[in-house]
C-alpha cells in the first residue's frame, strides 16, 4: 500500500538527553511531529524547554539521542549527521526560528525589506524588483505599513519588530518553524495582536511548529498538542484541550491552576 508524505512525521526524536557538565538540560525526551501540527512544550524556568529546542533546531548538539528530520524529497535524515551545506540549507529556508527578543533574529541595522529580502536571495532568488515586491507584501501580512520598508527595525516598536522576525521567517515558506517564547518580551496588549497573526499564519500556510511557552494561554490558543517539561523529563503530553482541561499529572494540575487564579 503507497503512503503519502502526509502520513509520516516530520520529526522523530528519540532519547534526547542534553547534559550541561553534571546537570541535566533534558533527558531522555521522545515524541513524533507530523506535518502542519503546532506542538507546545510547557513547564516552568529551568525545566529543560530551551535546551530541547535548542537540540532539535541543530544549534545545541545533545549528549545522545536521535533526531531524524523528513527532507524535501521525502528521505528521512538524522539531523547531526548533516554536511554542514545541508544544514545551513535548512535553516536558511526549510526552516525558521523566531527568538523571544526580535534582535537576536533581525539584522538591526539595514532595512526591514533588506531583513525580509535576505531570506530571499538566501535562496536563490536574484531579480531586484521581485524580491522588493515580495518583501512589501510580506510587511502588509504582518501589519506593517509598506512606508516603512526602508526604515530599520531600530526605529520599530517591539510588536513591530517581532511582526518583522516573523515575516522574515516565514518568507521562504519553511515546513517547520522553532518558536522560543515569541511573544514573552511584549506588553500584554501586544501580545494579544501578535497571537493571532501567528495563529492566522500558522493555519494558512499549514506550517509545523514547536513553540516553547511558559504561558499556558499561548500553548491553548497556538497548539494542537503539548509536552509539559520539569526537570529536564517531559512529565505529561497530548492533545492541548485534554492536558489542560484534565491534567494527569500533579505538577500539570498545579501549572494550569496557578494560570486560572492570575
Ligand atoms: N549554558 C548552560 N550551562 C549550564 N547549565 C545550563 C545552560 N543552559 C541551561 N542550563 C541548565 O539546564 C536546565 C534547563 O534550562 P533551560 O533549558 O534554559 O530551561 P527553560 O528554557 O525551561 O527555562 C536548567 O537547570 C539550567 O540551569
Ligand atoms: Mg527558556
Not at 506535518?35 to 513547564?43: D, K, N, R, T
Not at 516552568?44 to 545522545?64: A, M, Y
Amino acid at each position: 500500500m503507497s503512503v503519502t508524505l502526509n502520513d509520516e512525521p516530520l520529526l522523530n526524536v528519540s532519547g534526547l538527553t542534553k547534559y550541561y557538565g553534571g546537570r541535566i538540560g533534558c533527558q531522555d525526551v521522545v515524541f513524533q511531529l507530523w506535518p502542519g501540527e503546532v506542538l507546545a512544550i510547557v513547564g516552568e524556568s529551568g525545566s529543560g524547554k530551551t535546551t530541547l529546542l535548542n537540540c532539535l533546531s541543530t544549534r545545541l548538539p545533545p549528549s545522545t539521542g536521535v533526531i531524524e528530520y523528513r527532507m524535501r524529497d521525502g528521505s528521512m535524515r538524522n539531523l547531526y549527521q548533516l554536511s554542514e551545506a545541508e544544514r545551513r540549507f535548512l535553516m536558511r529556508t526549510d526552516w525558521g526560528f523566531v527568538h523571544q527578543h526580535a534582535a537576536d533574529g533581525l539584522r538591526m541595522t539595514v532595512s526591514a525589506g533588506a531583513n525580509v529580502g535576505e531570506r530571499l536571495m538566501a535562496v536563490g532568488d536574484r531579480h531586484y524588483g521581485k524580491i522588493r515586491a515580495t518583501a512589501a507584501d510580506w510587511l502588509g501580512r504582518v501589519e506593517i505599513s509598506e512606508d516603512r520598508i526602508d526604515d530599520d527595525p531600530r526605529s520599530f516598536s517591539g510588536g513591530m519588530r517581532q511582526r518583522l522576525q516573523i515575516a522574515r521567517n516565514l518568507v521562504t515558506k519553511p515546513r517547520l518553524v522553532f518558536m522560543d517564547e515569541p511573544t514573552g518580551g511584549l506588553d500584554v496588549s501586544v501580545q494579544a495582536r501578535l497571537l493571532d497573526l501567528l495563529r492566522q499564519l500558522v493555519a494558512d500556510m499549514g506550517l509545523a511548529v514547536i513553540i516553547v511557552t511558559h504561558d499556558l494561554a499561548v500553548a491553548r490558543l497556538l497548539s494542537h498538542r503539548i509536552m509539559v517539561m520539569k526537570d529536564g523529563l517531559v512529565i505529561e503530553s497530548g492533545l492541548t484541550d485534554q492536558v489542560l482541561d484534565d491534567p494527569r499529572e500533579p505538577y500539570t494540575q498545579l501549572l494550569v491552576s496557578s494560570i486560572l487564579q492570575v
